[in-house]
């Protein structure tokens, strides 16, 4: 561990967690732990095709059940809102596609799409019920395959979906929903210089984030349309957002009580039950509580996409890359939106390349919508590109760490994708992996080693925060991000740190949407640093009126008073000569000087810190049965500044775990019919705890400039180097390439069958 | 004059190909207007979609930043993320 | 059919319930006893987040029915602590940061200390393939193995 420094009281230290106590008693309330007096159970009757025009639905039977209180279909919602994208916080949405997405309209568009929800008694007469709803399908032709999906006569999902960013406008639809293209230099030209080019296609299947917690709400409407809304989730503004959006109710109306989370890593930014449980509600005047099964969190929550990409790359003997090129495919589910855009920016972004050109393509395909997924899109471009540029340091005889220093981006790189970099680490993720004890450790028989690194640019945006001065000397600090991996802890010791009292002082909440400002949604790996920017500026503003009261007891000027220590003092000797006054004895007098006292923030917070790191993998390979074991890893990573050290270092163990099971295991199988044939945590096998050894992990701190103890975020990168970190492992161990994910025993059996020679250029 | 770049995507949906640009503006409200009276319909798009990069700091929301003679304003899809 | 009335001990309570013949032992404790510290991944024993004690065993309570639960001696997480002291491994878990969003977190708990009352000195490799059986998504599990690991090294010191 580099840097856990003293100069600091809070920050740099592991204090145990605000909400630490709730969850390890089982008193946290998670999304499904909320009952309400007169709680309906609702549930959801979901599409069995992959494509399929809905003809007609006939709920009578089911309504006429005895303990079913509502049914509702498609048509029972408002009309869905007009098919453009809108600006939504951070990233557009398209309302009409969410809003059909909650509730298929004239067609289910993939396995598991809702199709109409019951609201009942108890949940043996809702599954009693969604069993005598009758729909009347016209089955349709589908596709799954993205590239299938781009081919000319593949089936349509939409006939009005027409490709977007291309010229001239196309005038037949399309399942390419958009095409996007990034260039700087002279692609051919910077190919003409290198003595070594190499190009690979790559295959990537859609995983899904695996959050252990379903997803649960119970919606309360009342009669004069007021929505309370408790559910899990990684935005209660996002989700009041949506379901105003999709109900067609005012937001002031919408009241989002965010539980704990029990895991999201993207996928609960968007909604699935929460406008289907409020109309239920409307319909019924009673809370419905609505908790998706395991299996319909795999049908019909998002995964990430799968992709297909092509990833060329040249270099000069020295080492030096030319130019690079990659065509991406990305599946976008049943409507438009995957992270193309993301992934076309990260693939190359860890290099100063004069000559790039990447081009992007966004397709709809028979699958549930994606949704975000750790550093979306990144992953899925970065893992070939890792792997190409793993098998041009190869082919040069050139160590792969000092290739990529060779090429790193540096403070002063111009992106492809346009900004220049500030101050970052990525060069010193290097050189710490390069100096690690086990880049040099020996290796066994059919053992291997692998190095990856891994871009995400991090954001920021809008958050707000209060910090409440309590009479007794204590803080309450209020925000609206939920906490998801300790984002409690990291605000509360910046608060303690801003205020100079002990962090125990300090109470924090993360408050419903009609209790603290706006916030973006926990995502993008911003809370520490956005969020915690507001609770900083908070804090300060607590302190200016702190110093303000003080002046007033002291009868000097406001200006006259500095705050150190958690407490006012007289700034220099022309202040006066007054005892220092602490935090508590203002607090206490504060009626006497004006009244409460607390500090506000509300902002769009930028300068957002890029994020860099490099993973360093050793495998075994089982040459019998094909199974690859991760036998050992460590995990670089530029974190800024880690503010709980503990739970940074659990952001880059769970995202290596996680990229793990995306190298090695995890895929959705889809049967011939459109069926996902394997929507369950048996047979879509996430890495448990004997799958994996230790995660060894490296915090580098560069910090960013622009946040007060240079935070960056650190969740998303630890998830895009180790496809590539295990598949260069595994060649290292066998001397073959795998290109399609996941590296699972039939492939790696089959490839080893194919000689296991070294793959020809 | 400001060097103003947008993505290939936009410029062979709107500009003919023509993806840089040098504009005389002092914020990028008026950077994106001057761009939308040639190419119209580019500044909805640019709305809804876009964030920008103005001197290699990357604005979410960009309306008032300011511009200066040397910028560079470069746009470039926003980002979410997990 | 007719709800069915079952007598067991729960955290070392007398307990008493009504419940459906087909309603899982997780449902009874969560929907009708309200403790909802048992939580429910997938009903399908996959997860392990339902993990809970029966006469000294450890199941998952969405593998059980309510019904089967009779006579029974029940310990859940609500029980592992005694008044405000909490039980060792909770302590360790918070203080090595062993969880992040915390759902998995009563089954993981719950499921190693079964373990450390039947192998008070386990390796790494026990740890790992006693805990397979809970599932968690956050952590990578390095930092809960070394917390289970920790607490059985100090209890064997003491």
């Known amino acids: 561990m580099k840097n856990e420094t003293q100069e600091f009281k809070w920050v740099g230290k592991r204090p145990i967690r605000p909400d630490g106590v709730d969850k390890v008693t ?173 190009e690979r296609e790559f295959t990537t299947k859609p995983v899904h984030q695996g959050y252990i917690e379903p997803h649960a709400c119970v919606v309360d409407s009342s009669e004069d349309g007021r929505l309370f809304i408790h559910c899990s989730s990684q935005g209660q503004f996002m989700v009041r957002q949506f379901c ?186 290097l050189e710490a992996a390069k100096q690690h004890p086990h880049y040099s450790a020996p290796l066994g028989e059919n053992q291997g080693r692998g190095v990856a690194s891994g871009f995400w ?164 390979v089982d040459q019998e049965t094909g199974r690859v074991s991760v036998i050992r890893y460590t995990a670089v990573q530029d974190v800024g500044r880690a503010i709980h050290p503990g739970y940074v270092e659990g952001q880059l163990q769970g995202g290596v775990a996680q990229g793990v099971g995306w190298a090695l295991n995890e895929e959705y199988i889809y049967d011939k019919d459109g069926r996902l044939d394997n929507p369950g945590f048996l047979d879509y096998r996430v890495p448990v705890a004997s799958d994996l050894p230790m995660i060894d992990t490296v915090l580098v701190e560069v910090p960013n400039p622009n946040h007060p103890y240079g935070v960056r975020g650190v969740g998303e990168v630890p998830i895009i180097p180790p496809m590539a970190a295990v598949a260069n492992a595994i060649s290292d161990a066998l001397g073959v390439r795998l290109k399609d994910l996941p590296m699972s025993p039939p492939k790696v059996l089959a490839s080893l069958s194919n000689g296991g020679s070294r793959t020809p250029s | 004059m400001a060097k103003v770049v947008i993505p290939a995507g936009l410029s062979q949906q709107f500009t003919g190909g023509k993806s840089e640009f040098e504009i005389n503006a002092k914020t990028v409200r008026a950077v994106i207007r001057c761009l939308d009276k040639d190419f119209p319909g580019i500044g909805k798009a640019i709305e809804i979609d876009m964030a920008v990069a103005v001197d290699g700091e990357i604005y979410h929301d960009p309306l008032l930043e300011s511009v200066a003679p040397d910028s560079e304003v470069y746009f470039l899809p926003r980002i979410g993320g997990g | 059919m007719p709800r069915q009335h079952v007598t067991t001990e729960v955290n070392g309570e007398p307990q008493d319930f009504l419940c459906e013949p087909q309603e899982t032992l997780l449902d009874v404790l969560r929907d009708e006893l309200h403790l909802t510290g048992t939580k429910e991944g997938c009903s399908s024993g996959d997860c392990g987040a339902c993990s809970i004690m029966v006469d000294g065993r450890l199941v998952c309570a969405c593998l059980m029915f309510g019904v089967e639960a009779q006579g029974k001696t029940i310990e859940t997480i609500e029980g592992m602590a005694e008044g405000d002291k909490l039980h060792p491994l909770q302590t360790k878990f918070l203080e090595e940061a062993a969880l992040q969003c915390g759902f998995c977190t009563p089954g993981f708990l719950v499921a190693a200390k079964a373990l450390l009352e039947r192998n008070s000195d386990p390796t790494e490799t026990e740890v790992r393939y006693w805990l397979a059986g809970n599932l968690c998504r956050c952590t990578g599990y390095d930092k809960i193995v070394r917390a289970v690991m920790d607490v059985a090294a100090e209890t064997r010191e003491t």
């Open chain 1, 457 to 620: 640019f991090n954001i920021g945006g809008d958050s707000s925060a209060s910090v409440h001065i309590n009479e007794d000397g204590t803080a309450t600090v209020i925000e609206g991000n939920p906490d998801i991996g300790g984002s409690r802890a990291s605000l509360a010791q910046m608060a303690a740190e801003v205020l100079g009292i002990d962090y125990d002082k300090i109470r924090i909440t993360v408050a419903d949407t009609s209790s603290v400002g706006y916030n973006f949604l926990t995502g993008g790996s911003r809370v520490t640093f956005a969020s915690g920017k507001a609770v900083i500026e908070a804090a300060n503003g607590a302190i200016s009126e702190l110093c303000a009261r003080a002046a007033k007891l002291w009868e000097i000027d406001a200006d006259a008073v500095e705050w150190v220590d958690g407490e006012a003092r007289p700034a220099g000797d022309n202040a006066g000569d007054f005892e220092p006054m602490p935090l508590s004895t203002i607090a206490g007098a504060s009626g006497k000087t004006g009244g409460p006292i607390s500090g506000h923030a509300s902002l769009n917070v930028k300068g957002a810190g890029p994020g860099f790191g490099t993973h360093i993998c050793d495998v075994e």
């Open chain 1, 244 to 429: 105003a959006r999709v109900l067609d109710v005012e937001i002031s109306k919408v009241t989002v009580v965010p539980a704990e989370i029990g895991g999201g890593f993207g996928g609960k930014t968007t909604v699935y039950l929460e406008p289907t449980a409020g109309l239920l509600s409307r319909i019924t005047g009673r809370p419905v509580k609505m908790v998706m099964s395991r299996t319909e969190v795999f049908r019909a929550s998002g995964p990430t996409s799968g992709g297909a990409t092509k990833i060329k790359i040249g270099a000069t003997k020295d080492g030096t890359i030319t130019a690079a090129q990659a065509t991406l495919a990305y599946q976008a589910g049943a409507f438009p939106g995957s992270p193309i855009g993301p992934g076309c920016m990260c693939a190359f972004a860890p290099y100063n390349i004069q000559n790039v050109n990447v081009v992007g393509h966004d397709v709809v395909v028979n699958r549930p919508k994606v949704a975000a997924y750790r550093a979306p899109g990144a992953p899925i471009s970065e893992f070939g590109v890792e792997c190409v540029i793993d098998e041009i340091a190869e082919k040069l005889s050139i160590d792969p760490i000092a290739l990529r220093e060779k090429n790193a981006a540096r403070q002063g790189t111009k992106a492809y994708y346009g900004p220049t970099f500030g101050p970052i680490g990525f060069v010193e993720t």
């Open chain 1, 26 to 198: 089982g008193r946290a309330k998670f999304g499904a732990d909320m009952h309400l007096p007169g709680m309906l159970i609702g549930r959801v009757l979901r599409s069995p095709h992959a494509h399929a025009r809905i003809r007609s639905i006939d709920t009578t039977k089911a309504a006429s059940l005895p303990g079913v209180k509502a049914v509702v279909t498609g048509s029972d919602f408002p009309p869905p809102p007009p098919p453009v994208w809108q600006a939504a916080g951070e990233v557009p949405v398209n309302f009409r596609d969410l809003a059909r997405n909650v509730m298929a309209r004239d067609k289910a568009l993939y396995d598991g799409h809702a199709v109409a929800a019951v609201a009942a008694t108890s949940a043996a007469i809702a599954e009693e019920a969604i069993d005598l709803i009758e729909v009347d399908y016209e089955v349709l032709p589908h596709v799954i395959d993205v590239k299938a999906a781009m081919k000319p006569d593949a089936p349509l999902l939409h006939d009005d979906l027409f490709t977007d960013g291309v010229s001239p406008k196309p005038d037949k639809p399309s399942n390419i929903a958009k095409r996007m293209e990034f260039a700087v230099g002279d692609i051919e030209a910077g190919f003409s210089k290198a003595d070594v080019v190499i």
